[in-house]
């Protein structure tokens, strides 16, 4: 076979094979065995940004509870900032002025016997107040209350309370509005029978703890107030109140230290 003639059937292959190939590919990509580049799935990538980025919600907590959004407050609520409401108006309304001196001030004779039974029911105001702010009490009679227990507004510690020469000053009563504060603030232009009653209104009585009765002595709001400042605003409005009843004063200092815990309440 001359070289001629053997390059003329090697062309011709050639070309049959490329022929072949091309209806072969054709074929597969009409039967959809093989996708083009542009439909092929994409490669992995990372997560997109902008806005349409994906986000991390974690489920979201229950919402903070404040007086204004509840609406099913407690009616105790509502009492309490009406009570608050008419202690700052009361307060508004006593009058300012210095101390008087304690010239004179005896509290036997000017308060009366510690403890009268004002009210007549038979018992003592001690007992009267020990009854009613120790739980868990027992009694000798009626009235003699032996053993309870106390947990004190002034400090919020308990304290056991058992009747007897060495243990019964552990539980002691406090004048919310001191008798010397009072004798000081007007107390001296009311009548025995009202000072007494003062000395004994249950409005005007705590049972406390013997070292926070000793700490305030005679003190008004501007030099004491109770440790536990929760009951600050009970304490203010008591003394607003029982100052209020007896028509008595209070002084610039008392007067802006109620004012301040009003505030508050």
Known sequence: MTSRRRRTRTSLTSVLVVLALAVGGYALHTAGIIAPDAEAAPATTSAPTGTDAPTIETEPGAPGTTRASRTDAPSANDADAATAATARAELAALPVKGKAPATGY????????????????????????????LSAITRQGACRVLTGTLVSPYTGATIGFVRGERTSTLVQIDHVVALENAWRTGAQQLSQRERESLANDPANLFAVDQHSNAQK????????????????????????AVKTKYRLWVAPAEHDAMARILRTC
Do not use: M
């Open 106 to 133: 005896d509290r036997v004779g000017d308060f009366g016997t510690a403890w009268l039974d004002v009210d007549r029911n038979g018992c003592d105001t001690r007992n009267d107040v020990l009854a009613r702010d």
């Open 217 to 240: 002595r005679s003190g008004d709001a501007a030099t004491w107030l109770p440790a536990d400042k929760s009951f600050r605003c009970t304490y203010i409005e008591h003394q607003v």
